[in-house]
């Protein structure tokens, strides 16, 4: 069991570029989680999978945002159109079920949009 | 979801023991308080978690009192390496299964 993993685990790019974040949970967790942190706040919800169906999505989940669980496996974030404002660490955590009472973080990914 | 108040920072003196105190007044009956704490540079870490008895596991200890409205996490013997932001959450059901409501945390320096 190698943790939950984040690629890539910094990314600069300008504004108005796309981007794209990959997690890699735990084998075999059916939950996977996407959070938001900003500088000095605490992580903000984005969206939840069970396997491959993705259950709720937070209002921050703009339309430039899009998760994909394709196989219930690894997860990937897309944002489009970057704006400042994204600058943020985007974090991954997994969980084995709904009944769990512990999610797993990864390291995260921290974007910085210039 | 209850909201929960913290300490914005604590210090605590290595060796000694750190009490981390969180307030919850409106938390209702199904709801279990969850602590999880963040190093610098790394993801949220699940600690520990309760309903109304006191809990301890190998990192910590939980205190709920009788009425639920408040609750303090003991770390017995601090070390620096439990510097970190520590982040006390609501949460309906004993289960991770929802998504986690992070308030600002309590950041705790460990100092030699």
């Known amino acids: 069991d190698t943790g939950v993993s984040q690629d890539p685990r910094h990314k600069i790019t300008k504004r108005g570029q796309n981007v794209t974040f990959r997690c890699d949970p735990i084998?075999?967790?059916?939950?996977l989680y996407w959070y938001r942190q900003t500088l000095g706040q605490g992580p903000e919800f984005l969206t939840y999978?069970?396997?491959?169906?993705?259950?709720?999505k937070s209002r921050l989940l703009s339309d430039r945002f899009s998760a994909e669980r394709p196989k219930g496996s690894f997860s990937t974030l897309e944002i489009q159109r970057t704006e400042q404002g994204d600058s943020a660490m985007y974090l991954c955590?997994?969980?084995?079920?709904?009944?769990?009472?512990?999610?797993?973080f990864g390291p995260g990914t921290r974007l910085t949009v210039t | 979801d209850a909201k929960t108040t913290q300490p914005t920072s604590m210090d605590c003196a290595e060796g000694r023991a750190a009490n981390l105190p969180c307030n919850h007044s409106t938390i209702s009956g199904n709801e279990y308080v969850y602590w999880y704490r963040q190093i610098h540079s790394q993801g949220p870490q699940y600690i520990i978690h309760g309903l109304k008895n006191n809990e301890t596991n190998e990192m910590a200890s939980l205190i709920i009192t009788e009425d639920r409205k408040s609750s303090t996490l003991i770390l017995p013997h601090a070390t620096l390496r439990d510097t970190a932001v520590y982040y006390c959450?609501?949460?309906?059901?004993?289960?991770?299964?929802?998504?986690?409501?992070f308030g600002g945390g309590t950041r705790l320096m460990v100092k030699p």
């Open positions: 955590a997994s969980s084995p079920t709904m009944y769990s009472y512990e999610q797993y």
């Open positions: 999978f069970q396997n491959e169906a993705q259950l709720e």
């Open positions: 959450i609501v949460m309906p059901g004993e289960n991770a299964g929802n998504m986690l409501t």
């Open positions: 084998s075999e967790h059916n939950r």
